[in-house]
Each structure stands twice: as structure tokens, then as C-alpha cells.
């Protein structure tokens, strides 16, 4: 009998030690070899010390897509409020066809957290603003990937009569993830509208089931993503059991150390305990 069916991928910062887009590259590489699902890079423009060194994940991810031809990848997650949706679309657009349709973008509200991530660059900090803008933003972001005539003439944005090609490359469009961090349900009600959900600070697995739970009630697409994230070593399996249908492995943001990172990735996805050999 074979356990759970569960996709696991790597989830990291382009920072410090990192900060080498050849070398990410080649840790996309090793990741292919190593049998891992799917690789995706944190987005920051500013972080609390003692991180210093921060890339960009697009063109880290970009670099990831020429090394690599099986292996999901993606931001996780772009604050789409402190970007503009239409130059976000073509660069996804671009990206997605380099990868071959690999592309999954992962979307969130972002943070200004200690370091004044968005108010040290006149970004809106208020959440409900930033939820605003998520929402329209998608929309738009949305309209712009499916090579359709676009008019979007929103609060925030404007879209007045465009059709971007090449159009996203998959079929079904890129998958949208978006990020919702318990217990507020109301990200989990617009991830719902998408293709999948990214949970940040779920306590354990009970949580992720009441949560799975509120998702068949809110009757999601088919096919809906159930993404949860833990440190190297811990055990995907109850969180597997719990509804989550793809286990992320955490590594940073501090002190990140190259063999360390490498030893992890070569390692390769955690068989679930239980399962057999």
C-alpha cells in the first residue's frame, strides 16, 4: 500500500551566501537531479539584518529555467501591491515560455515588517489597501497572461484595450498560489477563487485540516493546491494527512551556508514515514 501522494520542492532566499545567480542555478540544477518537484525563491527588496545580500528571484528563476527542463519553479510569494501587474504579466509571460510552461507564481500582500520594506520606498502599507490592490491586481495580471483583448479600468489599474503575446505558455494558465496566513480567512477566500494556496503560520496539522475543510466548503477549482512549508527533517507525512498536497522545505533566511544548502538538496525529497522502501 503506498503512502500519501505529496509534491515537495525547496523553498529559499536568493540572500547572502546565495546571493550568486550561477549558483542558484546550479542548486536548480542538483534540485532536477535530486528528484525534487518544484524550487521557489523568496522576493524582498530589504530584509532584517544580519541578512545583507539580496537578489532578485526573477532573474534568479530565470537562470533556474536554462539548467533545468522537469522541475517546477517560482517566486514565493511576489507582494503584488509594490509592483506594476502589466510589467509583472510580461515578465511571467517571458518566463513561463523559457521554462517550457513550468512557471507557478506565487502572490501575496507582502510585509513592511522591521525595515520598512514598503515604506522606505513610498509603497502603501495599510493591509486593507494592499488587499485591495491584491484583488484588482490578479485581475488584471490575469487578463494580460491569457493573450485575450483586455479592459480593465479599476481603482487602481489600468488596462484600456491591450492583448499581451505571447500568452502565458500552459495549458490552464500559470497556476496562481496565494499566500494566507492563519487564522484569517479572508486570503483564504480569495486564494480559493485561484489555483492554490500557500499557508504561513499554521500551528500543525488539526489547523491545516479545519482549514482543508473550510476550502471544500468554499468549493475551490479542481485540482487546488494545499501548500505548507517545515524545516529540513521535519516529517511531511501528518501534514500530507491533514490535506496538504505540497510540503516545501524551509532553508534560511540566516547564516545561510552553501555545503549545508547543497547536502539538503542533494539529499533529495523525504520519503514519508510509513511508506515503504
Known amino acids: 500500500m503506498t503512502g500519501p501522494v505529496l509534491r515537495q520542492g525547496l523553498f529559499f532566499p536568493p540572500f547572502d551566501a546565495l546571493a550568486d545567480p550561477r549558483l542558484v542555478a546550479d542548486i536548480g540544477a542538483d534540485a532536477e537531479k535530486a528528484g525534487w518537484d518544484g524550487i521557489f525563491l523568496w522576493d524582498h527588496l530589504l530584509y532584517s539584518a544580519p541578512v545583507r545580500e539580496i537578489l532578485d528571484p526573477w532573474i534568479c528563476l530565470a537562470a533556474i529555467a536554462m539548467v533545468t527542463e522537469r522541475i517546477r519553479l517560482g517566486p514565493m510569494v511576489t507582494p503584488l501591491a509594490r509592483r506594476r501587474p502589466a510589467v509583472l504579466a510580461r515578465q511571467a509571460a517571458t518566463l513561463d515560455r523559457l521554462s517550457g510552461g513550468r512557471l507557478i507564481l506565487g502572490f501575496g500582500l507582502g510585509d513592511d515588517g522591521d525595515v520598512g520594506e514598503l515604506t522606505r520606498f513610498g509603497e502603501e502599507a495599510g493591509p486593507v489597501a494592499r488587499g485591495e490592490a491584491l484583488t484588482e491586481g490578479l485581475e488584471v495580471v490575469a487578463g494580460l497572461l491569457s493573450g485575450k483583448l483586455v479592459h480593465h479600468l479599476g ?123
Open 155 to 277: 481603482a487602481r489599474y489600468t488596462a484600456d484595450g491591450v492583448r499581451f503575446l505571447p500568452a502565458q505558455t500552459q495549458p490552464g494558465g500559470i497556476p496562481f498560489w496565494l499566500a494566507a496566513r492563519w487564522p484569517n480567512l479572508k486570503p483564504l477566500r480569495r486564494a480559493v477563487g485561484y489555483d492554490g494556496v500557500f499557508t504561513i503560520g499554521i500551528p500543525g496539522p488539526d489547523q491545516l485540516a479545519e482549514w482543508r475543510r473550510s476550502i471544500t466548503a468554499m468549493a475551490p477549482r479542481s485540482g487546488f493546491e494545499v501548500v505548507v512549508s517545515g524545516r529540513p527533517g521535519d516529517d511531511p507525512a501528518s501534514w500530507s494527512k491533514a490535506g496538504a498536497t505540497w510540503w516545501l522545505t524551509l532553508l534560511g533566511p540566516y547564516e545561510l551556508d552553501v555545503d549545508e544548502v547543497r547536502a539538503v538538496v542533494r539529499t533529495g525529497p523525504q520519503r514519508l514515514r510509513g511508506e515503504p522502501s
